[in-house]
């Protein structure tokens, strides 16, 4: 489903403050695999995730999805194939406008627009059956502005518009580290149930060693932009977050991940 291939990315090339953020990066997923990404600050995790949404251009290596080569499209032309969920609530959603037209343009795209935009009453019970699922009131709040919500419920929001056509690729970006603990653990079910429910081939970057043990099929630690750790299955469930920042010492020939990784 997603295969990115050697993958370099050089920022400020051949200037003082050149840095090489992914260094020769492999990886492959394969379809339906939730996939956890942890790593201290500057280890590469979202700058892989944006290399691979088209946010940058990269140096070297390819990038696939679905069998499609997708290395030199930009941005806008990898959305097709993508759902995208960020740190910070504000994105991913328009402000000005109302839940339903939100859900509406999350809908449609991809698809041509014509003059007859409105949201359609068969459209509009199937956002309230998706919303309800939420818990939190906004299936009664279809009108209301989406920036009316608080962070939680429009993050929610976010994910839901993110999966509303059941992308080839789902990326979530640290999504609940603007949020209260509370708030986060319920985004991070929901975010678990869509994955599960529609079979979502998904990058979660994160940086709790708890969540990423406790969320996904398999979990890979990147460090200077290479991953050092990649396990799946039965070693991913027996890991305990002091196993795994034991690992990254023993690996990386470093103890810096204690001043930027959560242990939960």
Same mark, same amino acid.
């Not at 068969?122 to 059956?129: F, I, L, M, V």
């Not at 509370?182 to 940086?207: D, G, P, Q, R």
């Not at 196993?243 to 959560?262: C, H, P, R, V, Y």
């Given at each position: 489903?997603l295969?990115?291939?050697? &993958?370099?990315?050089i920022?400020?090339?051949?200037t003082i403050?050149e ?8 990886l492959?997923?394969k379809?339906g695999?939730f &996939?956890?990404?942890i790593?201290g ?5 979202s700058?892989?995730l944006?290399?691979i949404?088209?946010?940058? !251009?990269?140096?070297? !290596?390819?990038i696939?999805?679905?069998d499609?080569?997708v ?11 993508? !759902?995208? &969920?960020?740190?910070?609530?504000m994105?991913?959603?328009?402000a ?7 859900l ?5 795209? !991809?698809?041509l627009r ?6 359609t009453?068969?459209?509009?019970a199937?956002?309230r059956?998706?919303l309800r ?13 989406v ?5 939680g419920?429009r993050?929610?929001l ?5 999966t509303?056509?059941k ?16 708030t986060?653990?319920?985004v991070?079910?929901?975010?678990e ?8 081939t998904?990058?979660?970057v994160?940086?709790n060693?708890r969540?990423?043990?406790?969320h996904?099929?398999r ?19 027996n890991?305990?977050?002091?196993q795994?920042l034991d690992?990254f010492?023993e ?9 930027n990784?959560?242990?939960?």
């Amino acid at each position: 489903m997603l295969d990115a291939k050697d &993958v370099v990315k050089i920022f400020n090339h051949g200037t003082i403050n050149e840095k090489t953020a992914l260094r020769g990066v492999s990886l492959h997923l394969k379809e339906g695999e939730f &996939v956890s990404v942890i790593g201290g600050n500057g280890a590469g995790k979202s700058t892989l995730l944006s290399a691979i949404a088209g946010v940058y !251009g990269v140096d070297s !290596g390819n990038i696939s999805i679905d069998d499609r080569d997708v290395t030199r499209l930009p941005e806008h032309r990898r959305a097709k194939y993508i !759902g995208r &969920v960020f740190q910070d609530p504000m994105m991913g959603t328009a402000a000005n406008m109302e839940i339903e037209e939100n859900l509406a343009l999350a809908a449609r795209r !991809g698809q041509l627009r014509g003059l007859k935009w409105g949201v359609t009453a068969s459209e509009r019970a199937e956002y309230r059956d998706k919303l309800r699922r939420l818990d939190l009131g906004l299936e009664n709040r279809l009108t209301s502005k989406v920036g009316l919500l608080s962070g939680g419920q429009r993050q929610a929001l976010t994910l839901l518009m993110a999966t509303l056509r059941k992308p080839k690729l789902l990326l979530l970006d640290e999504h609940t580290a603007a949020l209260d603990p509370k708030t986060a653990a319920k985004v991070l079910e929901l975010s678990e149930e869509l994955i599960h429910e529609n079979n979502l081939t998904t990058m979660m970057v994160t940086h709790n060693m708890r969540d990423a043990i406790a969320h996904g099929d398999r979990l890979i630690m990147m460090y200077d932009g290479k991953i050092i750790i990649d396990v799946e299955g039965e070693t991913k469930r027996n890991l305990t977050a002091k196993q795994l920042l034991d690992k990254f010492e023993e690996l990386s020939g470093s103890s810096e991940a204690d001043g930027n990784l959560l242990l939960g």
